[in-house]
């Protein structure tokens, strides 16, 4: 049974918990002064520099959002980094874990079998792009199964499709290696950035596509000499932009990424021409309500119009809200009255709030294509986008876009007072949006580009 000592007792570690019952828990390390001296679960816990005088065979990191700085302290401690483990790890001590049923109904010799590694079921950009994927491999008559480890409101959206579903919590604290129901596919392919810890240890004989969406934002969460020790050998790396690329080149130069976009399902029942809501312009933000999708840059731009200029629109704030975030500006958002926080919508009810939206935002300190943009140019809405989203690089100033350097909050307030003495210019602009849309995000293209990248595997 290996002695380790644990570094977190928040809620990561009341989470994963359970994975450590088979080792010895010497103690647990916590920089809150509060808990220091106190007992959890009859286990003593102590300050970071108290764990110098104890002599364990490892230290686990119980934190996902800090691990990198956690990581930090305890090698300035002392403790060498062959001894430092982390969430994905778990696995390793050997839990007894129920081994999710996974099995697909073969139609033919020759089909392949595909699953598709998501690390959430949320309703995000990166989420939806990988079910898109799935729904385009299912319909070209590949077998496939989207896993996560945990689940999450899409979860509706895969069953309405008919794709299997798996929920094996292993694909957060361990590795493929540990998922032997993997070992049964033609080819996996992993969903983000921050699904990195999968590939440390994988049977190299079955091809990995792997899929970035994130920013250089995102590595922070990411442990960089870990990314230095993954094979790339059968190792297919793709990009949704040059912007995704980046922060990985710059840990492992050797990599290969190629690109291969995200899609905007066209909406069929959209009316390209529909007359929207007369009276206020109404600009919406759509994702999480976070200091990372810029509302606050946006607020400070509404102080910086008149008040005739205000009460001539509307704004929209349509994600979940995080709480941190709130705690900070909840009672700003409430003192700007033209301002309305409509929380996280279903695809439905999104669809509706589309057809009475003028202008969507994108005021993001760091974004890749931002889905809320693309979408919205699918229905000939007009975006304003921030420098720091990749997905400005389609659009031109003036034309079927409005741009503004990021954190501006003075541009912004430019661009929001424009489009408010020139609505008659909304409509026309909205109609390019249109065309970017259609000549970079369409079904065909994606598919097009898709198919060659899972044929390529198997070369």
Request: proline share 2%.
């Amino acid at each position: 049974m290996k002695k380790i000592l644990v570094f977190g007792t928040g809620n990561e570690y009341k989470k994963y918990k359970k994975w450590i019952v088979n080792a010895d828990i010497v103690a647990l390390i916590d920089n809150d002064i509060n808990k220091q001296g106190t007992t959890i679960n009859k286990t003593p816990v102590i300050s970071l520099d108290e764990a110098k005088f104890f002599h364990v065979d490892c230290v686990y990191i119980m934190s996902s959002l800090y691990a990198q700085e956690m990581s930090e302290q305890l090698k300035c401690l002392g403790i060498p980094e062959e001894k430092i483990k982390y969430l994905f790890d778990l696995a390793d001590l050997g839990m007894k874990y129920k081994i999710p049923v996974c099995k697909l109904q073969m139609t033919g010799k020759e089909t392949k079998k595909i699953a598709l590694l998501s690390d959430n079921l949320q309703l995000s950009g990166a989420q939806f792009a990988l079910l898109n994927m799935a729904i385009l491999l299912k319909k070209n008559e590949y077998r496939v199964i989207i896993a996560s480890p945990e689940s999450g409101k899409l979860k509706n959206y895969i069953h309405q499709v008919d794709i299997p579903l798996i929920l094996d919590e292993r694909l957060r604290i361990g590795k493929i290696h540990d998922i032997e129901w993997l070992d049964d596919f033609d080819l996996i392919i992993v969903n983000t950035a921050l699904n990195y810890h999968l590939l440390l240890n994988r049977n190299i004989n079955i091809p990995v596509i792997w899929w970035l969406h994130e920013t250089e934002y995102f590595y922070r969460l990411i442990i960089h000499p870990k990314i230095k020790r993954i094979n790339s050998e059968n190792l297919f790396i793709y990009a949704v932009s040059n912007l995704a690329k980046k922060p990985l080149l710059e840990i492992r130069k050797d990599f290969l990424i190629q690109d291969l976009r995200v899609y905007v399902k066209q909406d069929l029942s959209q009316d390209k021409n529909i007359e929207r809501c007369k009276g206020k312009i109404v600009f919406a933000i759509i994702g999480v309500v976070c200091e990372l999708k810029g509302q606050d840059i946006l607020l400070n731009a509404l102080d910086l119009l008149s008040e005739d200029e205000n009460r001539q629109i509307e704004v929209w704030f349509i994600g979940r809200e995080d709480t941190n975030f709130i705690r900070e500006y909840g009672e700003i958002i409430k003192e700007h009255t033209n301002v309305y926080s409509y929380g996280e919508l279903e695809k439905k009810d999104l669809q509706k709030l589309y057809k009475e939206i003028d202008v969507i935002i994108c005021a993001s300190r760091s974004e890749n294509l931002c889905m809320a943009v693309l979408e919205g140019a699918e229905r000939s809405i007009l975006p304003i986008i921030s420098t720091a989203a990749a997905v400005s690089d389609y659009f031109i100033d003036g034309r079927d876009g409005i741009l503004f350097s990021s954190e501006n909050e003075k541009e912004l307030a430019e661009k929001l007072r424009w489009c408010i003495h020139n609505p008659n210019r909304l409509k026309e602009m909205g109609k390019h949006a249109y065309n970017v849309y259609k000549s970079n995000f369409s079904e065909a293209i994606f598919e097009q580009t898709l198919l060659c990248a899972v044929q390529k595997t198997w070369k």
